[in-house]
């Protein structure tokens, strides 16, 4: 264990390097991240710990953090290099002198021609949990200057989302390293709400922590603006000759391209099928009334699919009963009869598509409230008032990768 002073009064012996971060719009470096390293008994290590050590005042922090930083501009002005520079600090150690001395540096480089709308400023979504207002004040004063706002982690605590609302950072950084964990269902739920809230709020989504293809490939179908990790590039004291490094994001991306048009095609394949066996079975609809017999007149031809069926009509109120398949064995469960379904998120805007469009549409996958199960619904309308919904069943999804990924 190094002691905290060691490396205080060995600041020459502690350097930047540089991690480079892609771009998903042009496959190219457009920045570098900084990750402090000290030479230590013949070979350099991270300073992560010495940061993360709460046992070392801040102002050691802050003392290492301000050397790292004049170096790291030094050295992308004397490589003439023009990436963004990413720079984590601590909330604590920000607000050390209201945080001028950071913003001094930045004025000095400024004026050496390092503009400050290159400075991507990183913030954990834990320092949240300090004295926000001052935080939110001090950041936002330093966005007037042009600096770049990141917020790291994100995600990790989800009562934080109204503050990075609030804050409006510039970027939003994903650790993907959860992708693998041991909920990864539930970290595709977070996902799905950063990417709302990063459309809401004008802000890019980038994935660190890259280690592998499929991380790699789960951050581009995720809406990844920027990547970064181990898997692209590691962390080297040399910038790269003109950004350019070995790994070649754009055949990676391509390969992604190519999947994933194929699983679309294979939906929409899928969905036409089934388009064209209502079709045919269309002349045996004779209105509300009857609801039900149509069902069971059509539940045979779906029987490989589907676990239930049911008929609403364009104001989402259930005309029919619904249609339960048990084992091999079809249920009648007419107590839902009247049932309200508007509610449902995209219920008129999808029934308004297909009455315009007279085509069936094939929902994302989703839990169903009732089974707990991932399903899909396959919807198509039957008239200009009346819509048959088929729910297709966990089983038949799950065999097929292309229903099984959106």
């Known amino acids: 264990m190094m002691d905290p002073l060691d490396i205080l009064e060995n600041l020459h012996k502690v350097k930047p390097a540089f991690q480079p971060i892609i771009s998903a719009v042009k496959h190219n470096v457009i920045g570098y991240e900084v990750l402090g390293r000290f030479q230590f008994e013949g070979s350099w290590i991270s300073l992560g710990d010495f940061f993360h050590d709460s046992d070392v005042p801040d102002e050691y922090k802050v003392e290492v953090d301000q050397h790292l930083l004049k170096l790291a501009i030094t050295q992308m002005l004397d490589s003439e290099n023009d990436g963004l520079l990413f720079i984590n600090r601590n909330a604590k150690q920000l607000l050390i002198n209201s945080g001028e001395d950071f913003l001094e540096t930045l004025k000095v480089y400024a004026e050496k021609g ?195 069926f049911y008929i609403c009509n364009s104001d989402g109120q259930q005309v029919s009963s619904n249609f339960r398949k048990y084992g091999d064995r079809w249920a009648l469960e007419t107590d839902q009869i009247g049932s309200h379904w508007a509610f449902r998120p995209y219920f008129l805007e999808n029934t308004m598509q297909m009455k315009t469009w007279h085509k069936g549409i094939l929902s994302d996958v989703y839990s169903d409230i009732e089974t707990g199960e991932m399903v899909r619904t396959f919807s198509y309308p039957l008239s200009e008032d009346c819509y048959l919904f088929i729910d297709i069943s966990n089983d038949f999804i799950i065999e097929r990768d292309y229903l099984l990924f959106q």
């Not at 962390?235 to 790994?247: A, H, T």
């Not at 754009?250 to 679309?264: D, H, L, T």
Request: hydrophobic fraction near 35%; charged fraction near 30%.
């Open 114 to 308: 390092f503009s400050m709308n290159r400075i991507v400023l990183e913030i954990t979504e834990h320092d949240f949990d300090e004295d926000f207002d001052v935080l939110e004040h001090l950041l936002i004063y330093y966005k007037t200057y042009g600096i770049q706002i990141a917020v790291d982690h994100v995600g990790a605590k989800s009562s934080n989302i109204d503050r990075i609302h609030q804050l409006r950072p510039h970027i939003l950084k994903v650790d993907t390293s959860f992708v693998r964990n041991s909920n990864p269902e539930a970290f595709q739920d977070v996902i799905q709400i950063l990417s709302v809230l990063a459309r809401r709020i004008g802000a890019k989504l980038s994935y660190e922590n890259i280690e592998d293809n499929y991380q790699l490939y789960f951050a581009w179908k995720h809406g990844g603006h920027y990547y970064q990790g181990f898997y692209l590039a590691k962390p080297d004291f040399e910038l790269p000759v003109n950004g350019c490094i070995p790994f070649d994001v754009g055949e990676k991306i391509k390969a992604f391209v190519q999947q994933e048009k194929s699983m679309v095609e294979r939906r929409y394949a899928f969905t036409h099928r089934r388009e064209e066996k209502v079709k045919k079975l269309l002349s045996k609809w004779k209105g509300p009334e009857t609801a039900d017999r149509f069902i069971e007149a059509v539940a045979e031809d779906f029987k490989e699919e589907s676990f239930r």
